[in-house]
């Protein structure tokens, strides 16, 4: 089968002008300490959905992600470890690490986050190649597309493989998956297909 270039120009993925963005800390999280309504930690649940809001309400232009933080103790200073996770409509998925400061633990508390400035990894979802896969197969060999299953991410290194299995109208078939090319600018990746016994 012939090779999937994933090479559309990705418009706004990440930018510099993050740092220093601000919001407010939900108290909802965490244990509370004796005498007092702030709690001793603020979760990761809660730190990830309120700096990724912030990072989208701020800059409208941002490819929409989600973010996973992890817990951090409530007060001055303290950082969380934070990775933004980007699915794109054609398939490509970019991760990015990021930080969380909280520099205020009076009200309702504040942070600042700060975006790395390149990705940690890229590739392409397996929902995605799937889809690909039966597509190319479907205008090979005829009739409906298969159905099948692939694993949830194809990480954009060359050589990285998958298998995915595809189930057609004669049968089931195993799909080895290789990552021929990647661009790293457009967190792109190109793969090829090879059914396998």
Same mark, same amino acid.
């Given at each position: 089968?012939?090779?999937?270039?994933?090479?559309?120009?990705?418009? &706004? &993925?990440?930018?510099?002008?993050?740092a220093g963005c601000g919001g407010s800390t939900d108290r909802d999280g965490g244990s509370e300490g004796e005498g007092?309504?702030?709690? @001793?930690? &603020?979760? +990761?649940?809660?730190?990830?959905?309120?700096?990724?809001?912030q990072l989208e309400q701020e800059n409208p232009d941002l490819a929409h992600g989600q973010l996973a933080c992890s817990d951090v103790k409530y007060e001055v200073g303290a950082k969380a $470890?934070?990775?933004?996770?980007?699915v794109l409509d054609d398939g490509r998925l970019v991760r990015i690490g990021?930080?969380?400061?909280?520099?205020e633990v009076t009200g309702s508390g504040h942070f600042t986050i700060r975006v790395d400035d390149r990705p940690t990894e890229f590739g392409v979802t397996g929902a995605s190649v799937l889809a690909d896969l039966a597509k190319q197969y479907a205008a090979k060999y005829g009739g409906r597309r298969p159905t099948g299953s692939c694993p949830p991410y194809l990480a954009g290194k060359v050589g990285t493989t998958m298998t995915c299995r595809l @189930?057609? $109208?004669? +049968?089931?078939?195993?799909?080895?998956?290789?990552? !021929?090319?990647?661009?790293?600018?457009?967190? !792109?990746?190109?793969? &090829?297909f090879k059914a396998v016994e």
């Open positions: 089968m012939t090779p999937r270039p994933m090479s559309t120009p990705l418009l &706004l &993925l990440v930018a510099v002008a993050f007092s309504s702030r709690p @001793k930690t &603020l979760d +990761g649940p809660t730190i990830a959905a309120r700096a990724n809001a $470890r934070c990775m933004r996770t980007v990021a930080t969380v400061a909280i520099d @189930k057609t $109208r004669d +049968g089931k078939l195993r799909i080895r998956v290789k990552v !021929s090319r990647v661009d790293k600018q457009a967190y !792109s990746t190109e793969y &090829l």
